[in-house]
């Protein structure tokens, strides 16, 4: 076991865990930030999206020891009262069926809006390709950060 201060949603955490153990296990098992889900636990569907200083990362694939200095945010932290303009546009889109991978669908759509402002089709595309909606709701999400990105 390691003791780790972790950078989490603007706020510094203190956990005491082995250093191999995945931050998707730390965030839910021992932070209690239930929003980031587990999928498949290979980073393959997206369901555990987070972003490390910004960049999308896969949560169930990322030892703890890997984080260093850099900042997490979970989907808790993209804002406290569901104001992002993504969860709007989630909203407004009537984007979730069963929801379950919705949480890092938004979390993969905002790295992407904060790089490529007013992205084209094909760089959703590219950006959301790998996160896995097994509801298909493909088209919803596409138009959901089309509407984000001219809020």
């Known amino acids: 076991m390691a003791i780790f201060n972790l950078k989490i949603n603007g706020n510094t955490q ?9 931050v998707l296990w730390v965030l839910r098992d021992h932070l209690q930030l239930s929003g980031t889900k587990y999928g498949c636990g290979i980073g393959q569907c997206g369901a555990c999206t987070i972003h490390l200083d910004g960049v999308a990362m896969r949560s169930c694939s990322l030892p703890v020891s890997q984080v260093g200095d850099q900042a997490i945010t979970t989907i808790e932290g993209l804002s406290d009262d569901g104001s992002h303009p993504l969860q709007k546009a989630w909203v407004t889109h009537d984007v979730p069926q069963c ?6 669908q938004i979390m993969s759509a905002a790295a992407l809006l904060k790089n490529v402002p007013n992205p084209s089709d094909e760089e959703i595309e590219a950006s959301m390709n790998g996160n896995i909606c097994r509801c298909g709701t493909y088209l919803r999400i596409k138009a959901a950060i089309k509407t984000a990105a001219n809020s």
């Open 14 to 22: 203190e956990v005491d865990v082995d250093p191999a153990t995945p």
């Open 99 to 104: 929801g379950y991978c919705q949480a890092g």
